[in-house]
């Protein structure tokens, strides 16, 4: 086999079937002369471990890679990188399926570039699972997050930066902010509208929505270390529109509870609640009858006071107020 021209790092925890699709996408990259996939298992307790042995003697240039305990995502990216053997190191992520000219565009994109970008859409086959509390991505423009689902770095500009900042303990913002410390040092980017990842549509529910906000918090840790970010992404206070309204929404319930005899508080108290539905349906996918929005915003309200509360304690860690 010849030397590889380019590396890819998948890091995967407990997504055993998932991560099988995504190396099999990958095997299937085409217009590349030689390269590698190394998977790096991020203390999985499912049988992901097991799943990445029969895929190692199954398909040619998979290097999986088992970590004894769950370190995060940065550290297993970290671990992945620095094994790979190439010049180039492309990122994607185990909910995702590059399609077959993928890893060509990138290495195209960083002819001229030190970091090259691709193109993100949601899975069009999984639009059933589109609801008011669904997970996904969309990229597609080079907006400034430089998320890992789909990115390439030439080799040397992740030695040069020291690799992903480990200290981003969940995965958010930790990609951005290595990229942000390249373009400070230098490095060049490119988008590349061609590098085309399909992105899981992770279905909508409610208890799995408010797990995933845990790891809101990141975003305020890479604020504090980019403080220009706020104005390149147009964040000043509140990182998503809604939270602004819900927090809006909850002063003006917390005055009607202190004056529930008043009639400027009870309007303040329907007029903010007002505004923030009216913001809730706007910004949220959700159901096509209007009668199911009176379950679902106050499901959201509840979710959005609870995601501003991970950020004001973020914001308490890193004295940096963002919510």
């Known amino acids: 086999m010849p030397a590889p021209v380019a590396s890819v790092v998948v890091a995967t925890c407990n997504r055993a079937e998932l991560v099988e699709r995504t190396v099999a996408a990958l095997a299937a990259q085409a217009l590349v002369e030689s390269f590698e996939i190394i998977v790096v298992d991020d203390g999985s307790r499912d049988a992901t471990a097991d799943t990445l042995a029969r895929l190692g003697e199954e398909i040619d240039g998979l290097v999986p890679i088992s970590q004894p305990e769950n370190r995060g995502p940065a550290a297993a990216r970290n671990v992945g990188w620095r094994a790979a053997t190439a010049p180039v190191v492309a990122f994607t992520d185990d909910d995702c399926r590059p399609e077959p000219g993928w890893l060509a565009a990138l290495l195209v994109g960083l002819a001229d570039a030190e970091i090259a970008q691709g193109r993100t859409l949601p899975r069009p086959d999984q639009q059933a699972n589109v609801g008011p509390f669904s997970r996904t991505m969309r990229v597609e423009f080079e907006e400034g997050y430089y998320e890992t689902c789909n990115v390439a770095y030439r080799r040397e500009t992740l030695e040069r930066q020291g ?78 529109p809604l939270h602004q309204q819900a927090l809006l929404a909850l002063l003006g319930l917390v005055v009607l509870a202190a004056r529930p005899g008043s009639s400027a508080a009870r309007a303040a108290a329907i007029g903010t609640s007002l505004f923030y539905a009216w913001t809730c349906r706007r910004y949220r996918p959700g159901p096509s009858r209007r009668r199911h929005w009176l379950a679902v915003v106050p499901l959201a309200f509840v979710a959005d006071l609870y995601d501003l509360a991970v950020m004001a304690r973020a914001s308490v860690r890193y004295r940096t107020l963002l919510l």
């Open 163 to 240: 690799g992903f900042d480990e200290s981003f303990r969940f995965p958010y913002g930790e990609d951005t902010d290595l990229a942000w410390r390249a373009k400070h040092a230098g490095a060049r980017t490119a988008f590349v509208p061609d590098a085309l990842v399909y992105h899981e549509v992770w279905p909508s529910r409610y208890l799995d929505h408010l797990r995933d906000m845990r790891r809101r918090g990141g975003v305020v840790h890479l604020f504090s270390k980019h403080p220009e970010l706020r104005t390149h992404l147009h964040k000043r206070l509140f990182f998503r």
